[in-house]
């Protein structure tokens, strides 16, 4: 069978990752979050403690921060210099600070290299914020998830609420528009729909709605 990749674009919080996840088990293929190597990174920055958004500075230790992906029984696995840290990318705090290192060019390298190298010979289903724009261009199919700003922070409560983690709710709106601002402006790989993207907004959609949607649109031989 013909290996394909399935781009998968959109904003923070619009259910990208768990939308993928369901997809990638109905086609049997693996789901590569682009977002998980961009926290994992960003853990690896704030261990050296340089300051995030300095290029120069985030640019020198680079060297230093070895990131690899490995599948076990499809769940995806971040390793940060051998160590895995899965469990501990998924902080407002590692949040930010990959979202303010990925406008960094040599950061945004790395990893598309990364990613790359990750979906050779494989079909994938994979997420992020320029996956059919820049990291996969030519992927066979792509698609734009969206949803309302305040949809999307309602659904980021409820995932740290689940990990244990209280919020406020009107910081976490701001930090999204912040977000969203920050992703759509940055002069390297802004966030986009790419032309040939179909565009899902899922703010009234269930997960499963979602889903179904994807799936008929990809014809797989």
């Given at each position: 069978m013909k290996t394909y990749i399935i781009a998968i674009d959109g904003p923070a919080g619009a259910?990208?990752?768990?939308?993928?996840?369901?997809?990638?088990?109905?086609?049997?293929?693996?789901?590569?979050?682009?977002g998980a190597t961009y926290r994992t990174l960003a853990l690896g920055l704030l261990r050296e403690g340089v300051d995030v958004t300095n290029e120069?500075?985030?640019?020198?230790?680079?060297?230093?921060?070895?990131?690899?992906?490995?599948?076990?029984?499809?769940?995806?696995?971040?390793?940060?210099?051998?160590?895995?840290v899965t469990s501990l990318i998924r902080t407002n705090e590692i949040s930010q600070a990959a979202s303010a290192s990925s406008v960094i060019g040599s950061v945004r390298e790395k990893l598309v290299q990364l990613q790359r190298d990750t979906a050779k010979k494989l079909s994938m289903i994979v997420d992020g914020r320029d996956v059919g724009t820049c990291v996969f261009p030519d992927a066979q199919y792509k698609f734009y998830l969206t949803a309302d700003t305040r949809e999307r922070a309602r659904r980021?409560?409820?995932?740290?609420?689940?990990?244990?983690?209280?919020?406020?709710?009107?910081e976490l709106v701001a930090e999204i528009e912040e977000r969203d601002h920050r992703d759509m402006n940055r002069p390297i790989s802004p966030l986009r729909r790419a032309e040939d993207?179909?565009?899902?907004?899922?703010?009234?959609?269930?997960?499963?709605?979602?889903?179904?949607?994807l799936l008929r649109s990809v014809k797989v031989e």
């Amino acid at each position: 069978m013909k290996t394909y990749i399935i781009a998968i674009d959109g904003p923070a919080g619009a259910g990208k990752s768990t939308v993928c996840s369901d997809v990638a088990k109905e086609l049997g293929i693996l789901h590569l979050d682009t977002g998980a190597t961009y926290r994992t990174l960003a853990l690896g920055l704030l261990r050296e403690g340089v300051d995030v958004t300095n290029e120069k500075e985030v640019t020198s230790v680079l060297d230093k921060i070895e990131i690899s992906i490995d599948f076990v029984g499809g769940k995806q696995l971040m390793y940060l210099n051998g160590e895995d840290v899965t469990s501990l990318i998924r902080t407002n705090e590692i949040s930010q600070a990959a979202s303010a290192s990925s406008v960094i060019g040599s950061v945004r390298e790395k990893l598309v290299q990364l990613q790359r190298d990750t979906a050779k010979k494989l079909s994938m289903i994979v997420d992020g914020r320029d996956v059919g724009t820049c990291v996969f261009p030519d992927a066979q199919y792509k698609f734009y998830l969206t949803a309302d700003t305040r949809e999307r922070a309602r659904r980021r409560a409820k995932q740290l609420l689940e990990q244990g983690i209280e919020c406020d709710f009107d910081e976490l709106v701001a930090e999204i528009e912040e977000r969203d601002h920050r992703d759509m402006n940055r002069p390297i790989s802004p966030l986009r729909r790419a032309e040939d993207a179909i565009l899902i907004d899922c703010t009234d959609m269930t997960q499963q709605e979602v889903v179904q949607t994807l799936l008929r649109s990809v014809k797989v031989e």
